[in-house]
Nanobody, 127 residues
């Protein structure tokens, strides 16, 4: 089990930027895929972005493609989500998630088996 702690959320105006961070404990971080999900009020949690264990492969939801960038720093056990050109519809609680399979190349559900979750960080985009 990987323990995850997100940070970096806040209030930003439409068109602005935020960078979310997710710090992980454990020695397995560099061997597993990581992902970002979000849940808006009244909606189900949805996949935002995923990255494989080495950082070479990434995948994005269509709604954020071209605006968000996922990256990771394995020596620091941290995954990031750079969010640019934010829109009011990006308002949500953002969660990071860790995959369960070592060295998997899958980076998005359902193939990527994300199994550990952080507590979330809230992002509010005002119009």
């Amino acid at each position: 089990q990987v323990h995850l702690v997100e940070s970096g959320g806040g209030l930003v105006q439409a068109g602005g930027s935020l960078r979310l961070s997710c710090a992980a404990n454990g020695r397995t971080f560099s061997s597993i895929a990581m992902g970002w999900f979000r849940q808006a009020p009244g909606k189900e949690r949805e996949f935002v972005a995923g990255i494989n264990w080495s950082g070479v492969r990434t995948h994005y939801a269509d709604s954020v493609k071209g605006r968000f960038t996922i990256s990771r720093d394995n020596p620091k056990n941290t995954v990031y989500l750079q969010m640019n050109s934010l829109k009011p519809e990006d308002t949500a609680v953002y969660y990071c998630a860790a995959g369960k399979t070592y060295y998997s190349e899958y980076v998005s559900p359902p193939s990527a088996d994300f199994g550990s979750w952080g507590q979330g960080t809230r992002v509010t985009v005002s119009s």
